[in-house]
């Protein structure tokens, strides 16, 4: 088993920057590629931002491009993600996801591990 531990949500003005993190524990040995969902009131959650295991290629969602940047250190077991030039649209729930293998984690890879999730909510 894998536990995430997000921590880094908060209030912040529209324009500003939050920067998310995810602590794994448990069966940390990998290869685990890690990523990113949000879940916004009364919508569906929808995938966020992904990073494979091993050459750490990334994949984002349209929405998020050229603002937020996922990371991730595998020697911490943390995967990160900065978000820049928010927006109140990007108000939700943010959860952290891994799945077993190398990746590439997209939208729609099978995800085998959740955290509990993190609110970010942007003000207008």
């Known amino acids: 088993q894998v536990q995430l531990a997000e921590s880094g949500g908060g209030l912040v003005q529209a324009g500003g920057s939050l920067r998310l993190s995810c602590a794994a524990s448990?069966?940390?040995?990998?290869?685990?590629?890690m990523g990113w969902f949000r879940q916004a009131p009364g919508k569906e959650r929808e995938f966020v931002a992904g990073i494979s295991w091993g050459d750490g290629a990334r994949s984002y969602a349209d929405s998020v491009k050229a603002r937020f940047t996922i990371s991730r250190d595998n020697v911490k077991n943390t995967v990160y993600l900065q978000m820049n030039s928010l927006k109140p649209e990007d108000t939700a729930v943010y959860y952290c996801?891994?799945?077993?293998?190398?990746?590439?984690?997209?939208?729609?890879?099978?995800?085998?591990?959740w955290g509990q999730g993190t609110q970010v909510t942007v003000s207008s």
């Open positions: 996801a891994a799945a077993k293998g190398a990746g590439p984690l997209v939208a729609g890879t099978q995800i085998d591990y």
């Open positions: 448990g069966r940390t040995f990998g290869p685990y590629a």
